[in-house]
């Protein structure tokens, strides 16, 4: 655990510069406080939502691209002798037409299945944003969960708008992490590798986001100050 939460620790770093170079690009706080803002449907864990263009952000535009002729987990011949294939496909048949929610922890707990591994190990890199493909090879770290479960969901009829990778930082064990977050019934239900449990993000009080990205954008997140007002979404 000790080199993992080192690794962790240099993921939260690496974040932190790239929200730093996000801000300048953007021209500040006064520049993002003018962009656009992610509609007031909720707020995600409590911030305030400036969207924009995906810049900046080379390890997720690498997987976009790498996933651009992507047509569902295992359709790719070389995934044919990955020992998982069976499984996934069963499964698939067994929620297809269940409820969305259904759907979603199914997937949450079948990709909870993977051992975690570090991107050094696997990449000899400190951060390395792998596509499914290369997850249901290797395994990877949160990052890598987040991702494996977006085109998943995506192959069992969401979209990429229903769906948001997060980059966070968990303010208990002060270190950087990922989870998928999944826009449902007028909330935003997170699925982390840490839990199969689907909760909404409002149970998560130690999760503070820096960025979160979809397929289309991503929007930088800013915690309320004294000067902002947020309630709590009224059920």
């Known amino acids: ?20 170079v996000l801000c300048l690009v953007c021209g500040g706080r006064d520049a993002l406080a003018a962009g656009e803002a992610a509609p007031p449907r909720l707020r ?8 924009g ?12 691209d790498r996933m651009g002729a992507w047509k569902g987990f295992f359709e790719d011949p070389s995934m044919a002798a990955i020992p998982a294939r069976q499984s996934w496909q069963t499964l698939k048949g067994e929620i297809a037409t269940a409820a969305p929610m259904e759907r979603v922890k199914a997937v949450n707990k079948f990709f909870n299945q993977w051992p975690y591994r570090l991107d050094q190990a696997n990449y000899g890199q400190s951060d390395y944003w792998a596509t499914p493909p290369e997850f249901m090879k290797k395994s990877g770290d949160c990052e890598d969960y987040s991702i494996a479960k977006f085109y998943a969901l995506k192959e069992l009829g969401f979209t990429g708008d229903d769906m948001r990778v997060v980059a966070l930082k968990d303010t208990i064990r002060n270190i950087g992490h990922a989870v998928l977050v999944v826009y449902l019934d007028g909330d935003a239900y997170v699925l982390d590798n840490q839990t199969v449990m689907v ?14 990205v979809n397929e289309k954008f991503r929007w930088m997140h800013v915690p309320p100050t004294k000067n902002t007002t947020y309630t709590k979404t009224k059920k």
């Open 1 to 20: 655990m000790a080199s993992a939460t080192a690794i962790c620790r240099t993921l939260w770093g690496l974040w932190c510069a790239t929200l730093l």
């Open 199 to 212: 909760l909404s993000h409002e149970k998560y009080k130690h999760y503070l986001p820096q960025y979160s």
């Open 44 to 51: 995600l864990f409590g911030t305030v939502e400036f969207k």
């Open 53 to 64: 263009a995906i810049t900046q952000l080379p390890k997720w535009t690498g997987v976009l």
